[in-house]
């Protein structure tokens, strides 16, 4: 086997646990790849605690606010769920995890979506793509 491969330790629903350098890390496939260097592997380890808690993105559409909520746990599992004046959608389940400054995230039957991130003044920055940014706050520490 590579160095670069992990072995499977868990299956969790349609998702994979793997535990490498202390860190639970959730894949859609049985086989992970490492970044190319530990100091990659380091980058995306620390960023992950700066992304952990509850944000929530508001925005305007058809003269009345949406509030999109992502709450990312330390465990690597995410909950979302969109509220308006009228009501609130399920609480949708799924899996989330760090590579750089990518932040991947997974729902199971529903793919995953990778986008760069970045944390400015307190917001999380997500997606971090020019005309597509979304600023989300902190809600409660």
């Keep these: 086997m590579s160095p670069n491969k ?9 998702f994979s646990a793997i535990v490498a350098h202390g860190f639970i890390i959730f894949v859609a496939s049985g086989v992970f790849y490492f970044p190319a260097s530990p100091a ?3 980058a995306g380890a620390s960023n992950a605690h700066v992304v952990v808690g509850h944000w929530r ?9 949406v509030d999109d909520n992502l709450v990312l746990h330390p465990d690597g599992t995410a909950q979302s769920w969109t509220a308006t004046a009228s009501g609130r959608t399920p609480v949708t389940a799924g899996l989330w995890r760090i590579d750089g400054n990518i932040l991947t995230l997974a729902v199971p039957g529903g793919g995953q979506m990778s986008q760069p991130f970045f944390i400015h003044e307190g917001q999380l920055v997500y997606p971090n793509i020019e005309n597509r940014r979304g600023f989300w706050e902190r809600v409660g520490r």
């Design 57 to 65: 993105k508001t925005t305007i559409q058809f003269e009345s606010p």
């Design 6 to 14: 992990l072995v499977l330790t868990k299956r969790i629903a349609s």
């Design 40 to 42: 990659q592997a380091q």
